[in-house]
């Protein structure tokens, strides 16, 4: 879904905005170098890099989890991740540099797209799996989560 909305802003949103709900919800093409908000922007290699890591941790221990909770906010984070690493990597200038395509904008807050959206969410159920203690891995006596 990431990639499908990029390339349609990328098609329709490059001569003008699109007002969904007046100045409330627009849709905005940029082109975002930096991390979220648009911080970092001369770090984009770093930024591609972490997010590299991060995604082989994702994998490596979603592997091991049990539980379908766990399993569908790690792979949000994971899916989010790789639409915006896929920016960084095949977007001139490419190699890790690449600017990511941002396209969601309410009124004041930073241009957003899906990717981001499913990292939020994504992070948000994390911390509220860790908050209620609920198991990353089956329990000794084998209840599933």
């Known amino acids: ?13 490059t001569d003008s905005d699109i007002k969904v709900i007046g100045n409330l919800i627009k ?11 648009s911080l970092a922007t001369s770090k984009t290699i770093f930024l591609s890099s972490f997010a590299i890591c991060v995604g082989a941790a994702i994998i490596y221990f979603g592997r091991k989890t049990e539980s379908s909770k766990w399993a569908v ?5 994971l899916g989010g991740i790789c639409g915006n690493l ?5 977007r001139a200038p490419g190699g890790l540099q690449g600017a990511v395509v941002d396209w969601i904008k309410f009124a004041h807050w930073p241009t957003f797209n899906i990717a981001d959206s ?4 994504g992070g948000a ?11 990353y891995r089956n329990n000794i006596s084998g209840s599933a989560n």
């Open 1 to 13: 879904m990431d990639y499908a909305t990029k390339v349609w802003a990328v098609k329709f949103l």
């Open 27 to 37: 849709f905005s093409l940029t082109f975002n170098k930096g991390a979220a908000f």
């Open 73 to 77: 906010a790690l792979g949000l984070v």
């Open 86 to 90: 896929a920016d960084r990597i095949f």
């Open 118 to 121: 499913s990292v939020v969410l």
């Open 125 to 135: 159920c994390l911390l509220y799996l860790q908050m209620r203690k609920i198991p």
